[in-house]
């Protein structure tokens, strides 16, 4: 399953905002406050967030995302891709909220409550899951692991928030779920065969069980009773129906017979003339219609062609200008472009001239200096640890002695005055002038050795510090990093400016502006051309309509000889027409339906001859109309039908139910079995194999138990502090944390996972394994990471969204 695309037109401040995703790794790059955050909370809140707000409830929902004064609502689309098949989820919160999901079969489904049904199937593993892991943010996963190794309430806790992200069952006890589930199901199968979902024994309607009989069974049975009856009702509803039809029909068809018969019966011999004369009087009104319309026209075309070819010779003059005109307009172009280059450089070059003065006063410091620093420090820290492996308690009462001195751990030699009780982690000296000195140890560390070691590299790293004008190792990080960025941002300046000259330098742009500065102002390029182009067509219809009206002239020369001969044929023509049309008023007319005298006189007799059979047909139907009638149901089939479907409906219902219960009984059942045994063994071997990754194998963990007891050791054995763990340990280890939960619990489905940087705070070298790890769970399921670090981006590749 993986997402395919998020777009909204607001959610905070996110405004007419789209980007596609891509199975594998998708790198959502920005600056701060770009908004890539709230990409991924958007996307959260459209899977799972209901549209209907609680003000109370919501409040922070509201005030983190609604915008206000400006708008009163915010909405979400989400497209999710699972088996191939494609899911579209559109949410929108506020004045007037609503929420859709379209499923692959193309249904639309607006209910809240089934869209939620829907969403479980999809998100099987429960919205805690992926809120929790999927799409928790680095910080809390770091938090997580800070938790796990300093607090024993976490500890003995972590268990079950763990089985309850996995089970989702909202704190319902085991046992009352398990009695609920096998309770319901009890009451739906009884006497239902659920593997061949029909009833035991095959007994249906015809032999159905009196006593013992589920919910299932029973709608099943009731809803085959209403098929039975219904298909009885059907059958002799139809018949009835049948016959009434065809009375009906047969009725129609003979009385329209009978008066079409009486009409068509008139005298034939005018109808046979008329036949003769109608197509000679159409043949001349044509003729005449055709030579009177030449003779109007003949002049006209005369005229037409002459101004035409006048016409054709102004289009070919406005043309000439017209080019003329848009040889200037590109030289007018040339200079709106050369003059948006120069400003754009030169405001490149203002942003360069800032850039280098911030760096002006940063104080330089290289990744030597902070790779020296980290590693003085993290000696001190090794030397310190060393120190503080174990604990020693005495005190020194003194009366009489004189110059008694102290020394205790890595700390100063003191003098003892009277009394004192004191405590050390590894060592203690204990001297009285110069003939007495006791030495006390744990181990056998040579910790004079430790002493100075530690004061050597801690005025190596306090010198270095001084050096580099910071007071701590994180300012110099901070002054780096810094420092780095305005450095890499004045490259990608200069890139900007070299795109803008496009192979083109800066003083030839100068140049070129003052040789076109004289130009005055014009119409743009495209106007011109739309004129061109225009008066390209106008000249092609002005040709065609000279070549048409030629040829029209020619051809009428040709058949009629002159316009005189022309008005001598319209004459004799009318003439003749007249003749003819005086002798057709006295004629009867051949009804408008038949074409021919032939079809009139054939179409009567084929009339009588099927009027006979349908009188004869009729009286055959009538008795049959009377049977049908007695056979007819109390209850209609509409009535019947309807109660079939809404008792079909129930039935699907309750079988669908029985089914998903057994489906998740088995899981349930499976789940609580797998939970019991060595629950979390799988969880620490993953976790284990992650963590020796990330952090180069400097970290590992010796144990872990089923309530997620757990201690890390570094590469020499030693259980490290919680205080001793570095911020890029921390990212290291809560990385493979959420890598091998999901793991754990998605198991080898393919998913999807949103991590923000979790890279900022590790060295290269850990950077890189992490990197190799994410790219190595991309290939198999779906990354969604958010970073402002445009190096991050580029080592990661992917699917790169620019925002």
Partial sequence: MFIKKYSCQRFAGLKDKSIDLKQGLNVILGPNEAGKSTIVDGIYSTIFKNVRLDKRKDKDFISRYMPFPEGDFIDGLVQIEQDGKQYTIEREWGAEPKVILRTPQGDIVKKEESIRELISNIFIHGEGTYSSIVFAKQRELKETIRNILESQETKSTISNILRRTVMEMDKVPVDKLKNRLEDEIDSLSKRWDIDNRRPEGGRGIS??????????????????????????????????EQVCNSLKALKAEIDSKTAEINELSKPENDILRRAILNPEIEMLKERSKEISEINKIWPVKEYILKQKKNELKDQSDKKTNLISEKEMAKKLLDKEIILGKIKKIEEIEN????????????????????????????????????????????????????????????????????????????????????????????????????????????????????????????????????????????????????????????????????????????????????????????????????????????????????????????????????????????????????????????????????????????????????????????????????????????????????????????????????????????????????????????????????????????????VMPLDLLSAGTYDSAALALRVSLLEYIIGKNNGFIVLDDCLVDLDPKRKEKAIELILEYSKENQVIFTTCSPETAKLLGGNIINI
């Avoid at 029973?218 to 209403?226: A, F, N, Q, T």
């Avoid at 029985?658 to 499976?670: P, Q």
């Fill in 207 to 240: 032999n159905p069980y009196k006593t013992g009989v589920g919910d299932v069974l029973k709608s099943y049975y009731e809803k085959e009773m209403i098929r039975d009856y219904m298909e009885k009702a059907e059958k002799a509803e139809a018949e009835f």
């Fill in 351 to 718: 942003k360069i001239k800032e850039n280098k003065v911030k760096i002006s006063k940063i104080p330089k410091v290289t990744e030597e200096d902070i790779k020296e620093l980290d590693s003085l420090y993290e000696k001190m820290l090794f030397i310190r640890a060393k120190m503080n492996a174990g604990l020693m308690i005495g005190s020194i009462q003194s009366s009489d002695l004189k110059d008694i001195w102290i020394t205790k751990d890595l700390e100063d030699k003191k003098k003892i005055e009277g009394s004192l009780e004191f405590k050390a982690s590894g060592f203690i000296k204990i001297q009285a002038g110069d003939s007495f000195e006791l030495q006390i140890k744990t181990g056998e560390m040579d910790f004079d050795d430790l002493r100075k070691q530690y004061s050597k590299n801690r005025t190596e790293f306090d010198s270095l510090l001084k050096k580099l004008g910071v007071n701590d190792k994180e300012q110099a990080k901070l002054n780096k990093k810094e420092y780095d960025k305005l450095n890499n941002d004045i490259n990608l300046y200069n890139t900007e400016i070299n795109g803008v000259l496009s192979g083109d330098n800066f003083q030839n742009l100068k140049k070129k502006q003052q040789e076109l500065n004289d130009l005055g102002a014009g119409r743009s390029i495209e106007e011109i051309d739309k004129d061109i182009n225009a008066l390209d067509l106008k000249v092609m219809d002005i040709k065609v309509e000279i070549s048409s009206t030629e040829n029209t002239l020619k051809d009428w020369s040709s058949k009629y000889g002159s316009k005189e001969k022309l008005l001598e044929k319209l004459v004799d023509i009318k003439a003749e027409q007249g003749i003819k049309e005086k002798e057709l008023e006295n004629l009867a007319s051949l009804p408008d339906i038949f074409k021919t005298v032939e079809d009139y006189k054939r179409s009567i007799s084929d009339l009588r001859k099927i009027n006979e059979e349908y009188k004869a047909e009729y009286d055959s139907l009538r008795d049959a109309y009377f049977d049908a009638e007695k056979e007819l149901p109390d209850t209609s089939c509409e009535e019947l039908s309807q109660q079939f479907k809404e008792k079909e409906k129930e039935f699907e219902n309750l079988k669908n139910r029985l089914e998903k219960l057994i489906k998740i009984k088995s899981a349930f059942d499976k789940t609580i079995e797998d939970m019991d045994k060595n629950t979390f063994k799988p969880l620490a071997d993953s976790f284990n194999k992650y963590l020796l990754i990330v952090t180069l194998g400097k970290y590992k963990i010796e144990s872990i138990d089923d309530s997620f007891n757990l201690e890390l050791k570094n590469m020499y054995d030693n």
